[in-house]
């Protein structure tokens, strides 16, 4: 097997989409984020809560079973290479889900995917079925963080898209009375690697004023969840999708800039040596 080394140049023009996930509470307005983009969106339905947006004119697909859910996956993630031809992902699963489906995903440069905590759920469900009969029900949450790292995976190689997950944040009290706050989902394996997966982590939350606000980085003083690989987002900023997106992708600007002007000092230092 032969391999190529992708220089830093190469690296920048290729940069892959951003992967999110957005976590809040019941009626935060997660849904209505669609709103706040101007890119061609398309909306991974599953839990039928598009009602808030119902004037949104943007493309949905609905999804209401774990095979559903793994076949629009493989469709927008395309074939896994390291799989088996009898498993889900594989080269055969891509090949016979093109032959069924005429979906052009291409036209859609984000994918918005409502919810992840909707998704563990159907995933549950089947997982629970596929081990009827099984004593010990910690085969069936294997199984289940089996398939959603799997699933998760697929979004997480989607090349030149953005991928935004919305989720369910809920509050848990400890043995000390001390309230955190946590993804809400089946299993706890998926909510521990989701911040090793996604490149962002946002709590979407309203301030003191009631305005809505998103948490950005992993050491706030708010104490929600969140991780910023960017580097590029404030301890909080407002609750808009679109300006979110345009702020993290500065970074490709900025380290395209700082490579340019590293190679022009290095060829006017040649051409002064020479």
């Not at 052009?104 to 905590?117: G, K």
């Not at 369910?168 to 989701?194: S, V």
Request: glycine share 6%; hydrophobic share 35%.
């Amino acid at each position: 097997m032969s391999f190529k080394i992708i220089s830093a140049e190469e690296r920048l023009k290729n940069q892959s989409g951003v992967k999110m996930i957005i976590v809040g509470g019941f009626g935060i307005g997660k849904t209505s984020l669609l709103k706040t983009l101007e890119e061609p969106m398309l909306c991974i339905d599953m839990e039928a809560g598009l009602l808030a947006v119902q004037d949104w004119e943007g493309s949905t697909i609905t999804i209401r079973t774990w095979p559903e859910a793994r076949d629009c996956a493989c469709l927008i993630g395309g074939p896994n290479p390291a799989l088996r031809k009898d498993q889900p992902y594989s080269e055969r699963h891509y090949e016979k889900l093109k032959a069924e489906n005429d979906i052009d995903f291409e036209a859609f440069p984000v994918i918005f995917m409502d919810s992840l905590t909707v998704a563990s759920r159907l995933c549950f469900n089947w997982c629970r079925s596929e081990m009827v009969g099984k004593a010990d029900v910690r085969m069936t949450y294997s199984l289940l963080a089996q398939e959603m790292m799997a699933w998760l995976e697929q979004f997480q190689h989607v090349p030149h898209k953005d991928v935004i997950f919305v989720g369910l944040l809920e509050p848990r009290t400890d043995e000390f009375q001390k309230q955190t706050w946590h993804l809400q989902c089946e299993g706890n394996k998926m909510a521990l690697e989701i911040p090793g997966i996604l490149d962002e982590v946002i709590s979407m939350i309203a301030d003191q004023n009631g305005n809505r606000i998103f948490v950005c980085p992993t050491l706030n003083p708010l104490g929600y969840p969140a991780k910023d690989r960017s580097g590029r987002l404030d301890v909080t900023e407002p609750a808009h999708l679109g300006n979110l997106l345009k702020k993290i992708r500065e970074k490709k600007t900025t380290e395209e800039k700082e490579l340019h002007e590293s190679k022009e000092v290095t060829k006017e230092t040649r051409k002064n040596h020479d």
